[in-house]
């Protein structure tokens, strides 16, 4: 099973500032890897897809990167509404999927 | 636009058998390239994968639930559904059916949480 390892578990970052989420897969999954933006009492939402694709209706903001097994998502100018938990998840091994543990974007 | 609904009981006893169902509507559920799938969350935790399926009943499963899960679907009426065998406390969780695009990443129900308690 591949094992996705997310980092860091929280980023502390104020409002306008830019944040730098990492993954790391344990093999490589080359670009078969999203991310996505979970708020409380939501469901998750996609973002990115195919490692650096945006999704439908996504901001510009959010950008993804990557390749192998070290991903990164990268949230350019923080809004208040960006601060949530990112999951990023793989399946290189179609369909089942691995998902990393979080990464919590907070004030 | 796609929907997805899960249903099924809030509260399941120990022991007994957790089974949901979700409800295809806005897309068809015999889609080629398309996997539908079931994928929890426990209260303040991560996520796990569980299990999918393809229209034509091809299943796939999560190695550490397999004993206990299986996977199906109904296309006549849209649905698939999931059941879990000998349920625990660790299977409280919100449970997320999910469309799954090799593509596209994945589209998401709004889930519904089940509780494992006597």
């Known amino acids: 099973e591949v094992v996705m390892t997310q980092s860091p578990a929280t980023l502390s970052v104020s409002p306008g500032e830019r944040a730098t989420l990492s993954c790391r897969a344990s093999e490589s999954v080359v670009t078969n890897l999203a991310w996505y933006q979970q708020r409380p009492g939501q469901p998750p939402r996609l973002l990115i897809y195919g490692a650096s694709t945006r999704a439908a209706d996504v901001p510009a903001r959010f ?4 390749f192998g097994t070290e991903f990164t998502l990268t949230i350019s100018s923080l809004q208040s509404e960006d601060f949530a938990v990112y999951y990023c998840q793989q399946w290189n ?6 998902f990393g543990q979080g990464t919590k974007l907070e004030i | 636009q796609l929907q997805l609904q899960e249903s099924g009981p809030g509260l399941v006893k120990p022991s007994e058998t957790l089974s949901l169902t979700c409800t295809v509507s806005g897309a068809s559920i015999r889609t080629s390239n398309y996997y539908w799938g079931w994928i929890r969350q426990p209260p303040g935790k991560g996520l796990e994968y569980i299990a999918s399926i393809y229209y ?4 796939y499963y999560n190695s550490s639930l397999k004993s206990r899960v299986t996977i199906s679907i109904d296309t006549s009426n849209s649905q698939f559904s999931l059941s879990l065998t000998s349920v625990t406390a660790a299977d409280t969780a919100v449970y997320y059916c999910v469309r799954q695009s090799y593509r596209y990443g994945s589209d998401w129900g709004q889930g519904t949480l089940v509780t494992v308690s006597a």
């Open chain 1, 93 to 98: 091994n179609w369909p089942t999927y691995t």
């Open chain 1, 63 to 66: 950008s993804g990167s990557g």
């Open chain 2, 56 to 59: 034509s009943g091809s299943t």
